[in-house]
């Protein structure tokens, strides 16, 4: 009987080439594999919706795939509200709506310029996901409170308290969000954002082997 194995890859932030490299390389079986993806699908890079579309395309293909909310998908749905406009672009947001075509001046009306099918993949992201052996977020949990009570800035935003914290969550966390030039390891957690859109590499790991994979 084939090992069913779980492939977590990171932070591609529109980095659409290198996601279908990374998919080419590990070519999970749909029968059996499980797909976990950190959040930050979009902004910066120039293929968010290329990205987002590939993804729907997986859940569709796939039985087990696992979407979790990003920084950049939490400001770009307050965005969508007209809130925080400004802060999404700076941060970003300018080259996500460029790839769903959406020029300058934008208004209080993109979300009526962004796919039906895209709108429901952004609003359904999950904060966490938690299987027999590790917790996965985007960025990181706060130590000393449970995973039911965990707060969306944390598990979008946690960077230095999260990464320095020894406190044990009881499965290892694994996460995204703070970029390293290889994946961090330490006895709690495993952060496996390379950088891609900075010129670095898009990170895979493959469980239960904890293995990885970079493009």
């Known amino acids: 009987m084939k090992k069913k194995k779980t492939y977590v890859i990171g932070d591609i932030h529109g980095c659409y080439d290198a996601l279908m490299a990374l ?3 590990i070519n999970p079986d749909p029968a059996h594999d499980t797909l976990i993806f950190l959040g930050d699908y979009i902004d910066r890079g120039p293929d968010s919706e ?16 696992i979407t979790l909310m990003g920084n950049h998908e939490q400001m770009f749905l307050a965005s969508l509200t007209g809130s925080q406009n ?5 941060m970003g947001g300018d080259t996500t709506l460029a790839s769903y075509g959406i020029k300058k001046p934008y208004n209080r009306q993109i979300a009526a310029e962004i796919p039906t099918s895209h709108l429901h993949f952004y609003q359904n ?7 027999e052996k ?3 977020v985007h960025a990181g949990l706060k130590p000393g409170v449970h995973l039911s009570q965990q707060l ?3 598990c979008c935003w946690a960077r230095v308290n999260f990464i ?3 406190y044990d969550f009881g499965k290892q966390v694994i996460f995204g969000h703070t970029p390293f030039d290889e994946p961090y390891i330490d006895p709690y957690k495993i952060g496996i954002d390379t950088g891609a859109v900075y010129g670095g590499k898009l990170t895979c790991l493959m469980l239960p082997d904890l293995e990885f994979m970079k493009i």
């Open 152 to 154: 969306a800035h944390w």
């Open 134 to 136: 590790y917790i996965y």
């Open 125 to 131: 992201l999950l904060m966490l996901w938690e299987d």
């Open 164 to 166: 320095n914290t020894k």
């Open 50 to 65: 290329k990205v987002v579309s590939e993804i729907i395309h997986l859940q569709e293909t796939f039985p087990k795939v």
């Open 23 to 25: 998919l080419d390389q």
């Open 86 to 90: 400004e802060f999404f672009l700076k």
